[in-house]
């Protein structure tokens, strides 16, 4: 497809279960980002990805999450033993590069509701 | 560290009429900066950015946004505002090398 895919669109998941939230970036965006949407908190950044450099895990708000990108293209959001506070939109994105001005805007895709009861 | 600021939860304006979105930023170097909207149920768009150059840049919609180094703001305007402007609002900022960094968002409202 032409934009950021993301599946699943909605998530709902028992407190304690683990979760996988996955995104198809755009072809040849070598930069991965995943967001965090919180009603009334913005965008929180959480981790992102630039061709085989170490990603950035700065924003990532507990051990019990993470992320991986394989071979340069998909990556997956992994929450353990998810909390109700984890409840918001996941927001994945892509861009041409990090660095570089001309190429730096990102695409966001449709993001994933995730829902923890 | 680099922040962004959207001082406005709300903006409210009729339409027609002129409307801002204020932005203000921190940051130690030179900063990218970009405008984002969120229509209901929907995903971020992309709408302008600044890197560098005109201070002055124009994005999509209608939309354009003033670089102010002194005051160190963003500030996001349309000459005259359409009920289906009525969205949410983000600003960012970044630098070279950084993922970008969003402001909480505006929700503007255009009545008509």
């Known amino acids: 497809g032409a934009g950021v895919s993301q599946s699943p669109s909605n998530k709902v998941t028992e407190k304690g279960k683990d979760v996988e939230l996955r995104c198809d970036p755009i072809?040849?965006?070598?930069?991965l980002y995943w967001y965090r949407q919180s009603l009334g908190q913005g965008l929180e950044f959480l981790i992102y990805?630039?061709?085989?450099?170490?990603?950035?895990k700065s924003g990532l708000p507990s051990d019990r999450f993470s992320a991986e990108r394989t071979g340069g293209s998909v990556s997956t959001l992994t929450i353990q033993r998810t909390q109700q506070e984890d409840s918001a939109v996941y927001l994945c994105?892509?861009?041409?590069?990090?660095?570089?001005?001309?190429?730096?805007?990102?695409?966001f895709g449709p993001g994933t509701r995730l829902t923890v009861t | 560290a680099q922040s962004v600021a959207q001082p406005e939860d709300q903006v409210n304006v009729a339409e027609g009429n002129p409307l801002t979105v204020k932005c203000t930023y921190s940051?130690?170097?030179?900063?990218?900066l970009f405008w984002y909207v969120q229509y209901p149920n929907r995903g971020l768009q992309f709408l302008l950015k600044?890197?560098?150059?005109?201070?002055l840049v124009k994005g999509s919609y209608g939309f354009e946004a003033e670089f102010n180094k002194s005051q160190t703001s963003f500030h996001l305007k349309k000459p005259s505002a359409l009920v289906s402007d009525s969205a949410l609002y983000f600003c960012a900022v970044g630098q070279a090398g950084t993922a970008l960094i969003f402001g909480k968002g505006t929700t503007l409202s255009v009545s008509s």
């Open positions: 072809s040849g965006h070598t930069a």
């Open positions: 990805f630039q061709g085989n450099s170490a990603p950035d």
């Open positions: 600044y890197i560098t150059g005109d201070n």
């Open positions: 994105a892509s861009s041409l590069g990090v660095t570089g001005g001309g190429s730096y805007e990102q695409y």
């Open positions: 940051v130690s170097g030179n900063p990218y």
